[in-house]
Nanobody, 120 residues
Framework: QVQLMESGGGLVQAGGSMRLSCIASGRFSRINAMGWYRQAPGKQRELVATITRGGNTNYYADSVKGRFTISRDNAKNTVYLQMNSLKPEDTAVYYC?????????????WGQGTQVTVSS
């Protein structure tokens, strides 16, 4: 059973920083792309950032460019999201996503989510 577990959420003041972590556990061959999504109350889930296995091709939503940085440690099966200059509109539940290879196929896995609240 593959699981993704996020950590690092909480309450922070506007302008502050926060670092989210997500670790994958279980039996699998390889983790391909990883990413972070978020969902604010009353809104659809949106893509925040993604990173390839090699870490050389990353994507960021326009709303977080220049403020958020995604990174990963393949040896630890972990992806990170460093969030700086946080704004109240960054308040959301943040979800980790990973494309994980098991056997011959790639599967999509999600974490349970971690709440990030930015106060003004």
């Amino acid at each position: 059973q593959v699981q993704l577990m996020e950590s690092g959420g909480g309450l922070v003041q506007a302008g502050g920083s926060m670092r989210l972590s997500c670790i994958a556990s279980g039996r699998f061959s390889r983790i391909n792309a990883m990413g972070w999504y978020r969902q604010a109350p009353g809104k659809q889930r949106e893509l925040v950032a993604t990173i390839t296995r090699g870490g050389n091709t990353n994507y960021y939503a326009d709303s977080v460019k220049g403020r958020f940085t995604i990174s990963r440690d393949n040896a630890k099966n972990t992806v990170y999201l460093q969030m700086n200059s946080l704004k109240p509109e960054d308040t959301a539940v943040y979800y980790c996503n990973a494309k994980i290879v098991s056997g011959l196929f790639e599967y999509d896995y999600w974490g349970q989510g971690t709440q990030v609240t930015v106060s003004s």
